[in-house]
């Protein structure tokens, strides 16, 4: 999250005193950690949003598309869902293709679909972006690559579209897009704002429900 250091630290303070249970977790897998959450196989998200995943109905039967890979995508395929993975970067892609084949995952159905980041009807004129509304899903994470325009607000809405009743929608780094709690069709919505791995401050996570 924005801020200047400080405010960063006393941030990871507050939330530290908030979920204290937290603090080992933290130490472990954000100060003292090298590695990749594609490594360690967990959601690049907000602890509190793993936490409150790890204990949703995700099974067999759950069909979950996933706007960017990384270790969500194997979390997800480890509980035996269906995953479909858009990632626009094909290095990316092949390392998360050549994880899940350590791991001996073969759920995942991953598309490289590349897009221009740089110019919004560009993307909205992609294959990345277009594949979004071709099917239903149980789960959509919203977690795809952007840097000074944003492009997931525009996936948000074309997620809601293809949201199966009863879903969730999970948009990541949500402080970034406070107007969607304002305009969304979710029958509620929950932020999840904590300390999360292999990040050494604190972010938030949105889930919608439908």
Same mark, same amino acid.
């Given at each position: 999250m924005e801020?200047?250091?400080?405010? #960063?630290?006393? #941030?990871?303070i507050k939330s530290l005193s908030i979920h204290p249970s937290y603090i080992p977790f933290y130490l472990r897998y954000s100060i003292l950690n090298k590695k990749e959450p594609l490594e360690l196989a967990l959601p690049w998200i907000s602890l509190s949003a793993i936490k409150f995943l790890d204990n949703y109905s995700i099974d067999s039967k759950s069909e979950i598309l996933e706007l960017g890979g990384g270790g969500s995508t194997l979390y997800f395929a480890k509980k035996g869902a269906k995953v479909t993975c858009l990632e626009s970067d094909e290095l990316w892609a092949k390392k998360i293709e050549?994880? %899940?084949?350590?791991?001996?995952? %073969?759920?995942?159905?991953?598309?490289?679909?590349?897009?221009?980041?740089?110019?919004?009807?560009?993307?909205?004129? %992609?294959?990345f972006f277009e594949f979004i509304g071709k099917n239903k899903y149980d789960i959509i994470l919203i977690d795809n690559y952007e840097e000074k325009i944003q492009l997931r607000p525009k996936c948000f809405y074309a997620a809601e579209k293809s949201i199966k009743p009863g879903g969730i929608i999970i948009i990541d780094d949500s402080w970034r897009y406070p107007e969607l709690r304002e305009n969304n069709s979710a029958k509620f919505f929950k932020v999840f704002k904590s300390i999360g791995p292999c990040r050494l401050g604190v972010s938030s996570t949105d889930i919608y429900f439908y």
């Open positions: 801020g200047k250091n400080l405010t #960063r630290i006393l #941030r990871v050549v994880k %899940s084949k350590e791991l001996n995952i %073969s759920n995942i159905d991953l598309k490289i679909l590349p897009y221009n980041f740089k110019k919004l009807e560009s993307f909205v004129n %992609s294959k």
